[in-house]
DNA sequence: CCCTTCACG
DNA sequence: ACGTACGTGAAGGGA
């Protein structure tokens, strides 16, 4: 196969500005020991690290604008005027970017009189030569170089941060706004573009530019029917600024044959010169860059060390005299996530001034702790593997951190960046990733693990002083570490589940698919992978023609919510409806399971302590938290999850409790009063709502709606979903709302003064001083920024909630302990536990669990648990 | 590796 | 003028 070439085409001024911005509220931290100011360096080199790594390019040229005039400046002299006077800590940084380029081996290049955008256009025609024929991307900050979409040129647009791109391509230019690329220049010729300065025509607005492009096709077209438009302030507009709109058109119209001085072959990438770029990274204080540079270079430890930061340790062996201190901190590291079948390959104890490192299983034996830890649940399942109790600490620096911010990981090489001078190396550096994951050498291995430990040392302190300007000192450790304690012995002893049921499950599964299959094949006339979403695209609205309703950005969606749609003109489509429901179980949850199920008969799965945005739990490998319940089909999996011998299951849920969170924290005197005569919540809303006097005339339309309502508020949903989800106007469905908060008006408070302190302060908390931040909660995009609301209005609900049910397990295990009850707290759902309990106690641990879990907190309104058993799961539901 | 789909609260 | 509920994890397809 020919070996296609790939170019790369950066604009380099509108991307600089760019990252300019991006890092602009940490200015004051990217300082070059000059005293240069370098957060539009890091960015772009951010940027352009990221994007070589995804694009892999064999070409890449960075075009840069030469100057304040241009050839459309002679045409037009007002073209990119008034704009505001580029900042001075910007402009300083444009010529150490070049020179960065450079010396990353990548070609730049400008002209006078045009702009990049005209430099980049040229190129890539040339590149679209049919003896040459590249696959092209173009990367830029503007809309402007859209035009230049075709079957080979794609143009990303940086949207957020300096990761985050959106992908033109025709088809997306097509479904996004059902125009052709040259369409794109005459959008811009009727809207004009404020930030270019030229107008188009008065009053034509996007949406009118599209409407009429929609209509005639092109700017030569409206003008030629022109006369043909109603009457209207519009047509008007149109006849008196036509010459502006050619001009305009003219001026948004990239030249690709403008007179450039180089070719395809001055593009070639050569990759870094690293001497030099070593040394411009030393220059610019970028530590984190060079380190990485002389990791893909192949430097031996030493060097490594060198760049990075050297921390002295001590190798220890089995026969050595060991000493630890309760201020010490041990790490110990496995190869991958899965602590409960991953090997030890090392750990390392000490402190900021010396640290110890050892592979030997019987020296980790001998720490007596406790000890200061990272991942204490981790630490607690491994050590227990080889026979020792871990004991729990007052301090863990993975929890700490996770409270103090959910907005980046918790990782050390994080905490090193955030809260000491960021001269850890990631994991992924050390190890790897993928199939390349690997074992270090020793050398590199306890270099590692002693700068983790020294890192985790170092940054306590700092951490500690977070966690007291935030409150959340006793969320640490009176909720998160004692929780880990319960949930490492949670994980610990597992759940039974029963091979043979799934195996039997699975092979009904095997049969009704082989049936389901023949069947659609032949009402489709041909066999094709029902799985692929893009086949099946192809049968269903192409091959037989049926009407597509939303399309994804890959093409068009096949989710259930369409196939509803079809079934009932299509029968193909109840099977395959059919087919889906069946094959998830299948792959998911038979043949997803079965290889989970451990030595000892039971499924350990992980949860993710320090995950969620609002503090929650996540499970992992395998999700215990999304086994099936909802329909009888998939519900069936439960009947493999059973109890210990002469032992029953107990499930015991929280009713509505983030309406109950609710109700307490916007301290609404009708929802607290439904709550403490304990009515139907979602009738008692229908009466309030629709006005009915008597519970038993609310219909179970009405009760749906109102449960639609009760739910969507604590997500901030809009009038517009839920009219979608009830299927009503929109009007009506804002009516609804409007009621809601007329008859729940402290529930109305409540959303605007948390919108507010949101924007204020930047995070909203729960009723326990977890926080979530919300950088997005003043953004000038105002998608963005409603998400950013929703999740406001959210978090402290959801996550209260969490909070309510981590204290009641933490509780649960301490009371079962000091009743010496051998019941075993084994899953926890979000506002569910399940217990593994002896027959002879169950009746006195279901009265515990109740009443633990009822009087885990106080609330303005009661908590209500509900509870059943059963000899397997499906049952105890 | 990303996308889509679908399982749960 | 813009798209649409919050929070998760896993599997399969396809580049």
């Given at each position: 196969m020919e070996n296609k070439h790939k170019l790369l085409l950066i604009d380099g001024s509108s991307v600089a500005f760019r990252a300019f911005f991006a890092l602009y509220n940490q200015i004051d931290r990217f300082k070059?020991?000059?005293?240069?100011?370098?957060n539009a360096i890091y960015g772009f080199h951010l940027m352009l690290t990221n994007l070589l790594e995804r694009i892999e390019p064999s070409h890449v040229l960075i075009a840069f604008d030469a100057g304040k005039t241009t050839f459309r400046t002679k045409m037009f002299s007002d073209y990119k005027g008034g704009r505001a006077k580029t900042p001075d800590e910007f402009r300083e940084q444009i010529p150490f970017i070049k020179e960065m380029i450079?010396?990353?081996?990548?070609?730049?290049?400008?002209?006078?009189?045009?702009?990049?955008?005209?430099?980049?256009?040229?190129?890539?025609?040339?590149?679209e030569a049919p003896d040459v024929s590249f696959d092209v991307t173009i990367v830029t900050g503007d809309k402007d170089m859209i035009q230049l979409v075709d079957s080979n040129t794609t143009v990303e647009i940086s949207k957020k941060g300096v990761a985050e791109f959106e992908a033109w391509t025709p088809e997306y230019l097509m479904e996004k706004m059902q125009l052709t690329p040259a369409q794109f220049i005459d959008l811009k010729a009727l809207m004009g573009d404020s930030s270019d300065n030229y107008p188009g025509v008065t009053k034509v607005g996007e949406k009118t530019a599209l409407n009429l492009l929609h209509e005639w096709g092109s700017l030569e077209n409206i003008y030629a029917n022109v006369?043909?438009?109603?009457?209207?302030?519009?047509?008007?507009n149109l006849i008196a600024d036509k010459e502006m709109a050619f001009l305009s058109q003219t001026l948004a119209t990239i030249d690709t044959v403008s007179p450039i001085e180089i070719g395809l072959d001055d593009t070639v990438y050569s990759g870094p010169k690293v001497d030099e770029l070593s040394k411009f990274y030393d220059e610019m204080g970028f530590s984190q860059f060079k380190t990485k540079l002389n990791v893909q270079n192949g430097d031996t430890s030493e060097e490594i060390q060198a760049a990075a930061e050297k921390i002295d340790f001590k190798v220890i062996n089995a026969s050595d005299e060991i000493s630890v201190d309760a201020n010490d901190f041990y790490y110990i590291e496995i190869?991958?996530?899965?602590?409960h079948k991953e090997e030890i390959i090392g750990f390392a104890w000490g402190n900021d001034k010396e640290v110890f490192v050892s592979k030997d299983l019987s020296v980790l034996a001998k720490l007596t702790l406790p000890v200061n830890t990272y991942d204490y649940k981790k630490n607690r399942v491994l050590l227990n593997r080889i026979g020792v109790t871990a004991t729990l600490p007052n301090y863990d620096g993975m929890l700490a951190k996770y409270l103090i911010s959910t907005t980046e990981d918790n990782k050390i090489s994080t905490i090193s960046r955030l809260f000491d001078n960021g001269s850890l190396r990631t994991d992924e550096e050390i190890f790897g990733k993928g199939s390349k994951l690997a074992i270090p050498s020793d050398e590199v291995l306890f270099a590692s693990l002693a700068h983790k430990v020294h890192t985790l040392a170092v940054s306590k302190d700092k951490m500690l002083d977070a966690l007291e300007e935030n409150e959340q000192i006793s969320l640490l450790t009176e909720m998160e570490l004692p929780l880990a304690e319960v949930l490492a012995k949670m994980e610990i002893q597992g759940i039974y589940a029963n091979k043979e049921t799934l195996e039997v499950i699975g092979q009904e599964n095997e049969e009704r698919l082989s049936v389901l299959t023949k069947?659609?094949?032949?009402?489709?006339?041909?066999?094709?992978?029902?799985?692929?979403?893009k086949q099946l695209g192809v049968i269903l609205f192409e091959k037989l023609n049926l009407p597509h309703g939303k399309k994804t950005k890959t093409g068009y969606s096949t989710a259930v919510d369409v196939l509803e749609g079809l079934a009932p003109i299509a029968p193909v489509v109840a099977k395959i409806l059919e087919y889906r429901q069946v094959s998830k179980v299948q792959s998911t949850y038979v043949k997803g399971l079965i290889p989970q199920i451990a030595e000892d008969g039971k499924i350990h799965t992980r949860y993710v302590q320090d995950l969620t945005q609002t503090g929650r739990l996540s499970s992992v490998d395998p999700n215990l938290q999304n086994i099936p319940v909802r329909l009888e089909e998939g519900r069936k999996i439960r009947k493999a999850f059973v109890p210990s011998e002469n032992s029953t299951l107990l499930s015991s849920d929280y009713s509505q409790v983030e309406l109950r969170v609710l109700a307490h924290v916007a301290q609404d005197p009708n929802l607290i009063a439904a709550f403490k005569e304990d009515a139907d919540i979602h009738t008692s809303t229908a009466m309030r709502v629709f006005n009915i006097a008597k519970a038993e005339d609310v219909t179970a339309n009405d009760r749906r709606s109102a449960k639609a309502v009760n739910f969507g508020i604590s997500y901030g949903e809009t009038e517009y979903g839920l009219a979608r989800r009830l299927g009503i106007p929109n009007k009506e469905a804002g009516t609804i709302i409007k009621t809601y908060f007329e008859r729940y008006p402290e529930v109305a408070t409540y959303i605007e003064k948390t919108k507010r302190d949101a924007k204020e302060k930047g995070f909203v908390s729960t009723m326990f001083n977890r926080r979530r931040k919300l950088p997005d909660i003043n953004s000038r995009n105002f998608n963005v920024r409603n998400g950013a609301e929703r999740q406001a209005i959210n978090a402290p609900i959801q996550g209260s909630a969490g909070d309510i049910l981590k204290i009641a397990m933490i509780n649960l295990d301490k009371a079962l302990t000091e009743m010496k009850l051998n019941a075993k707290l084994l899953l926890q759902v979000h506002d569910e536990i399940i217990l593994d309990v002896p027959n002879q106690e169950l009746d006195k641990v279901k009265a515990l669990v109740k009443t633990t879990m009822e009087n885990a907190v106080q609330l303005s309104v009661p908590l209500k648990v509900d509870e059943n058993t059963g000899t397997t799961w499906y049952e105890a539901k």
């Open positions: 070059a020991p000059s005293g240069l100011h370098t450079e010396k990353l081996g990548i070609a730049h290049y400008q002209l006078v009189d045009y702009e990049a955008d005209d430099i980049i256009g040229t190129l890539d025609k040339m590149a006369e043909s438009l109603k009457k209207s302030k519009m047509k008007e190869l991958g996530d899965n602590y069947e659609i094949y032949d009402l489709a006339g041909e066999e094709f992978n029902i799985n692929s979403t």
